[in-house]
């Protein structure tokens, strides 16, 4: 069974600063990988998908890359603002479900 | 606006009684889900369904039943078999090929 872990679980930083968020899979055979971004009391919001063919995408001041060899993503956010404060979680889709990490927790600090 | 509009936001429900929670999708996607998520955990599969009229249990889906009679609805069941049912409810749907998932509010349901 896919399991999906993320390091840090929190993570407080300094605005301005660039950050990476770490997700990684135990098993490669993966459809795609998904970065979902949560506000508390709230549903997910997708920030960036990727697909196993794929290496990286990049939205605004988000870049996510994938390499499935290692079973590792990773989510690059530049130039941090306070407003990038929520959760963010992975997900890795084997085709007919998705498994998620339980998330790390960003806090930007003005 | 397309979206998922999940009903109601709060549900409060007495222990012993079944509840059922709404999830409804105008996207025209053929694949849906219900996720359970507790706090700490991440979100831990309940039913999902790629087409109308089938479905499949995910991993925890002892004590909740679900229906797909339309493409665009997905309605969840939790009975009172389901030993621990607090707990924030998210309905997402996704379209092939590409299956990029797209959720909805959530509901959060308390029993008493």
């Known amino acids: 069974k896919q399991e999906v872990t993320q390091i840090p679980a929190a993570l407080s930083v300094p605005e301005g600063e660039n950050l990476v968020l770490n997700c990684s899979f135990t098993d490669s055979a993966i459809y795609n990988l998904q970065w979902f971004r949560q506000d508390p009391g709230k549903g997910l919001t997708s920030l960036l998908l990727i697909q196993s063919s794929q290496r990286e995408q990049t939205s605004g001041r988000l870049n996510a890359s994938l390499d499935k060899s290692s079973g590792r993503s990773t989510l690059y956010i530049a130039a941090s603002q306070p407003g990038d404060s929520a959760t963010y979680l992975c997900?890795?889709?084997?085709?007919?479900?998705?498994?998620f990490g339980t998330g790390t927790s960003l806090t930007v600090i003005p | 606006d397309g979206g998922i509009t999940q009903s109601p936001k709060y549900l409060f429900r007495k222990e012993g009684q079944n509840v059922t929670l709404s999830c409804e999708q105008n996207?025209?996607?053929?694949?849906m889900y219900w996720y359970r998520q507790d706090p700490g955990q991440g979100l831990r599969l309940i039913y999902y369904s790629q087409i109308v009229n089938d479905f499949q249990k995910g991993d925890i889906a002892e004590g909740y039943s679900v229906s797909r009679e339309k493409k665009e609805s997905f309605p969840l069941t939790v009975t009172s078999a389901q030993k621990n049912p607090t707990a924030f409810y998210l309905c997402?749907?996704?379209?092939?090929?590409?299956?990029?998932?797209?959720f909805g509010p959530g509901t959060r349901l308390t029993v008493t």
């Open positions: 997402a749907s996704a379209q092939t090929p590409t299956y990029e998932q797209y």
């Open positions: 997900a890795a889709n084997t085709g007919n479900q998705f498994y």
């Open positions: 996207l025209n996607h053929d694949a």
